[in-house]
Every structure is written in C-alpha cells, then in structure tokens.
C-alpha cells in the first residue's frame, strides 16, 4: 500500500473518530446569538471600540462592576446610568438562535465573558433561551476570561466530557486559540452559513 494510500486511510479514521466522538457543543453568547454591538456603543459613547472593549474585559472576571461605569464617566460619557444601560445591552440575533433546538441531541454549554450588570440582564431578559443550555458559564461568575485558558480548563472539570467530544465556538481568534490549546475543538464563528458548512465536517446538520 503506497504512503499516500495510508496517510489518506489514517486521516479518514481519524475525522470519523472525532464525527463519532462529539457530544457537547459550547458557544460562546456574544457575537454569535447577538450582534457586534461595539460600532453602535461606540457611537453613542464616543469612545473607541478598543478602549470600550478593553474596559469591558478588565471587569468581566469581576463580580462588582461599578467600576466599569466609574471609568467609561471618566472617558466623558456623558449619560445616566440607565441611559448607559439601554445602549450597552445586547441586540439579539435570531439567526443563530432560531437554530438551538436543533442542537437537542447534544449537551450545550454557553461561556461567555460579561460584566456583571450585563449578565444580570442576560439571565433576566433572555432566560427562555438561556434555559435552553445545560450548563450556563458566565465570566463575572467563574472569576475567569477566555482569554485566558483557565476558563476553558473550569469548564471542562463541570461537564462530564473530553475535550475531544466537544466543539467550541465562538467569533473571537484569540478564544479559538485557547480552547485548542486544551484540546477542544472548535470553529471560529463569522457567519451562519460559514457555521453551518464548519459544523457538516463533524457530520452536525443544522
């Protein structure tokens, strides 16, 4: 048998074993079930998407987020507290969540990395959707970000699953890179159709 044969033979049993072996599927919330709010917060702040993004992660381990308000009024925001929290909620994408029941067959999990006051929000405005995963993983809650491969690590001791058997998904590289880095699989979101092709290669119709 030539090597050519073999390598391809090895690669094929290889791909069915990981089809075979998937059982969990992690999302990530923002980005995927809703949409890049960061242009239109952006904005309505002033500020740049950087400074609001980097402002966000550095409170988003935290379980107390006064501080993040205290700060985005130090860079000149110019609102009430209720005027802020209107425009930094989630918009919700129904693209995506329109396909979660036909994850059923699978244990789903959501990570997501949020400031308390936002995760609050999430748990009480879309709790009929958030009720539709098996496990909930907030990074307010944890005191852990998926910038760092601790959270994904946490994760992993409170379901009872390999690495290998599960898929993580998110739009950020960065958090791609880290749950390789466990031995996760996972697939960089950017579309539902791009997610839709990335999910048959694991044999996963939606």
């Known amino acids: 048998r030539c090597a050519r044969c073999s390598s391809s033979l090895r ?39 950087k400074i609001i993004s980097d402002l966000e992660y550095k409170y988003s381990a935290q379980n107390d987020c006064r501080g993040f308000w205290r700060e985005l009024r130090e860079l000149g925001v110019n609102k009430t507290r209720k005027q802020m929290d209107r425009v930094f909620n989630y ?27 936002r995760t609050n929000y999430l748990r009480k405005k879309y709790k009929r959707y958030l009720d539709r995963f098996d496990k909930v993983f907030f990074s307010n809650e944890i005191g852990l970000i998926k910038k760092n491969k601790n959270a994904f690590e946490f994760v992993l001791k409170q379901i009872p699953y390999k690495p290998s ?42």
Not at 11 to 36: A, P, R, V, Y
Request: a positive charge.
């Open 11 to 49: 690669t094929h049993k290889e791909t069915q074993s990981i089809i075979l072996m998937i059982k969990c599927i992690i999302f990530d919330w923002g980005g995927i079930f809703t949409t890049n709010d960061y242009p239109r917060i952006s904005n309505s702040f002033g500020v740049p998407i």
């Open 91 to 117: 918009q919700l994408d129904v693209g995506c969540l329109k396909y979660l029941p036909k994850f059923k067959d699978y244990h789903l999990v959501l990570l997501s990395d949020q400031v308390t006051d």
């Open 165 to 206: 058997e599960c898929i993580f998904i998110d739009d950020t590289l960065l958090n791609i890179k880290n749950a390789k880095s466990v031995g996760l699989n996972a697939i960089q979101f950017k579309s539902v159709s791009q997610l839709k092709k990335d999910l048959k290669k694991f044999s996963i119709s939606i």
